[in-house]
């Protein structure tokens, strides 16, 4: 059975059909990537699963149950968290509180301050930012501001994350060090849906990839064969990439 399971997604601004029809199964375990050109649908995918949008129709099932229409709350209480491109902390409060807040609106089950913080503690640990739990969000990097995110994501205790574009203006190195957390993440057993820009970080983790180009599905498969695919390369990738991709032996 797939863990996160979307039917028919539809998503309308206006005239602009956002999403048409879009559906696709990520199971249990695997990286799942979206890629596709600016303004495809990506992000409005996102906010169509976790309820940012409100759907214009089709249908969303998670661990088998239908969730169609529920509201972000129930949903990342349910085990479904996510992590925004635009990458806004609570200024005021530490980087401690601002993962305790994740756990505190987004878990299931934890119901006291010091529960909260431990679980905030246990995701500063994993993502690395420990050393870093009494900074005020200002002081942190972007590299870190980005890893704040993962970490209020994973205080939700969630069986799937949901990653936009969390390699976006990071520098190499960094890069390096978000696909070694994002593999940590897959490791620990959790469901990963990366929308991504880079392509270096989509090859090195998605199980598979789904390739959206003006709000509708262009291809679906394993990296290899999507990114070779002539019409990913003429809609999205270029012949530049296909072509180092290839003379590279399709390596990941
Ligand atoms: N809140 C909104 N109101 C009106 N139109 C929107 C809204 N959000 C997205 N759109 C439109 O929907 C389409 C899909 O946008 P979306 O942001 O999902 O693309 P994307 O694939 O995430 O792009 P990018 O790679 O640039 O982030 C675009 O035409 C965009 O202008």
């Not at 596709?36 to 409100?54: E, F, H, M, Q, R």
């Not at 993962?150 to 190499?172: C, K, S, T, W």
Request: aromatic share 6%; hydrophobic share 50%; glycine share 10%.
């Amino acid at each position: 059975m797939a863990l996160l399971e979307a039917n028919d997604l539809e998503i309308r601004f206006g005239g602009v059909k956002a999403l048409a029809g879009v559906s696709f199964r990520v199971e249990e375990g695997e990286v799942f990537g979206v890629i596709g050109p600016n303004g495809a649908g990506k992000t409005t995918l996102l906010n169509a699963i976790s309820a940012v949008y409100k759907l214009n129709g089709g249908s969303i099932r998670f661990a088998g149950e239908d969730v169609t229409g529920l509201p972000p709350h129930r949903l990342s209480r349910l085990g479904i968290a996510r992590t925004f491109q635009i990458v806004q902390p609570f200024k005021a409060m530490s980087v401690r509180e601002n993962v305790a807040i994740g756990a505190m609106f987004g878990h299931a089950r934890l119901r006291t301050r010091e529960a909260w913080l431990a679980a905030a503690d246990a995701a500063l640990e994993r993502t690395g930012l420990a050393p870093k739990a009494a900074f005020m969000p200002p002081q942190l990097t972007l590299a870190d501001r980005k890893r704040l995110e993962v970490a209020r994501a994973l205080a939700m205790g969630p069986r799937i994350i949901l990653f936009d574009e969390v390699m976006a203006g990071l520098n190499h190195t960094e890069i390096e060090r978000m696909i070694d957390l994002v593999k940590s993440l897959k490791q620990a057993g959790l469901t990963v849906v990366v929308i991504e820009h880079v392509m270096k970080a989509v090859l090195a983790l998605c199980d598979r990839i789904m390739v959206l180009n003006f709000g509708a599905k262009l291809a679906e498969g394993v990296p290899d064969d999507v990114v070779s695919d002539p019409k990913v390369v003429e809609a999205y990738l270029g012949q530049r990439f296909a072509k180092a991709h290839a003379a590279a032996g399709g390596a990941r």
